[in-house]
């Protein structure tokens, strides 16, 4: 079988790579790219520990190919930091204890973001709302949705 050559922004960067049709995004940011925080919780969508960012979108990387992303723009747990400067939502999840085993930490993270990006303000039932295609095995949600509360007060300067 063929490979296909794909180019695309991962993290603002242009990336190019070389993929099978039937990889996933997940497979070829792990496997390919070395962009190993997004996780394989599930592959069948449903835990949002794979997730990512395509084109403004939050996705399930386990269930996009790795193809579709030609042309894209994908933001991944790797481009949320500024260099060794935290994200607001990284910090507040140490911060708040709002981890464990930390395999749907990054997912978490990066659905958080979307919101925030989204909705600087959102109420306490919004943010479960938001996080709901996101599973813990390990703790509950307070924490998490304690630190996203704090994250937003903090980014919208109050």
């Not at 996009?64 to 930091?81: D, H, K, N, Q």
């Not at 607001?88 to 981890?99: D, G, M, V, W, Y």
């Not at 306490?124 to 509360?149: H, S």
Request: charge should be negative.
């Amino acid at each position: 079988m063929s490979a296909i050559a794909v180019s695309t922004t991962i993290n603002g960067d242009e990336v190019e790579f070389l993929c099978q049709a039937e990889e996933t995004l997940l497979d070829v940011l792990r496997e390919r790219l070395g962009l190993t925080g997004a996780k394989e919780g599930c592959g069948t969508g449903d835990c949002g520990a794979c997730s990512v960012m395509v084109d403004g979108r939050l996705v399930c990387a386990c269930l996009v190919l790795g193809a579709e992303a030609e042309g894209r723009s994908i933001e991944t747990i790797e481009g949320m930091a500024n260099g060794d400067e935290l994200h607001p939502l990284q910090t507040k999840f140490l911060e708040h204890a709002a981890l464990q085993c930390g395999v749907c930490t990054p997912g978490f993270l990066v659905a958080a973001k979307a919101l925030l990006d989204a909705n600087p303000d959102p109420t306490e039932e919004e943010i479960r709302f938001w996080l709901a295609g996101n599973l813990c095995r390990c703790t509950g949600y307070d924490k998490i949705v304690r630190a996203v509360q704090d994250a937003a007060q903090e980014l919208r300067g109050s």
